[in-house]
């Protein structure tokens, strides 16, 4: 399914360095979600949007800078890598909140390694 | 608040023999409820929701769902498992209130199915 892709699939980098991961929905749908996966934790929710320019905190946020210039696209930036941010990413889309509403979609994951 | 508990890190189970996944949730409005699979190094891919209509709810691959208000459980049943449900499934909540939207992830179940 090439609704939501998240690029690159895996990313090896340094402690310090800037990194970024794409994501890029071709539904336009409303919101859209980063989570991050971790052993024992489940998964849980970095930033979400609700919309272009409508970005908020979720669980986890600290380290992490998102963006919604364009609706399709929800790039997350990890301003000065450590390693405790080695993880899967996955971004998730979803068009509108209510029950009638569609479920929600996942990419395929981002897998990263701060070294 | 919402929350999920998934009351069972790892189950095993032979081939051909029911599987149990155990979930409750806590919630203060009606809830939104999800079960999710992640087959090894996949995405997550949605199984089933409770958006309260019916409490049964049927999804893919032969697995339904009950929703128990007065037990504030959502467990995963399959009569009979297959050698390819091996995976790690997610009891899911959607959020309310100023999190609307987003989901709140059970720590995960891994499912074993032995010959």
């Known amino acids: 399914d090439a609704g939501i892709t998240q690029s690159p699939r895996y990313k090896i980098t340094e402690t310090g360095r800037q990194v970024t991961l794409m994501c890029h929905q071709t539904w336009s749908h409303s919101y859209m979600f980063w989570y991050r996966q971790d052993l024992g934790h489940g998964l849980r929710l970095i930033y979400y949007?609700?919309?272009?320019?409508?970005?908020d905190k979720g669980e986890v946020p600290d380290g992490y800078v998102v963006s919604r210039s364009k609706t399709e696209n929800f790039p997350l930036t990890l301003e000065s890598a450590t390693r405790s941010q080695t993880s899967v990413y996955f971004c998730a889309s979803k068009d509108r909140v209510g029950v009638e509403a569609s479920g929600y979609t996942f990419g395929s994951g981002t897998r990263l390694t701060v070294v | 608040a919402q929350s999920v508990t998934q009351l069972d890190s790892h189950v095993s189970v032979s081939e051909g023999t029911p599987v149990l996944l155990r979930c409750n949730y806590s919630s203060s409005y009606s809830p939104s409820l999800f079960w999710y699979v992640q087959h090894p190094n996949k995405g997550l891919q949605l199984l089933l929701k409770y958006t309260s209509a019916a409490t049964l709810v049927k999804g893919i691959n032969g697995f339904e769902a009950e929703f128990k208000k007065s037990e504030t459980s959502f467990h995963l049943t399959k009569p009979s498992a297959h050698m390819s449900d091996a995976a790690e499934y997610f009891c899911v909540v959607s959020g309310t209130g100023g999190s609307q939207g987003n989901l709140i992830f059970g720590k995960g179940t891994k499912l074993s199915v032995k010959p």
């Open positions: 949007s609700a919309a272009a320019d409508i970005t």
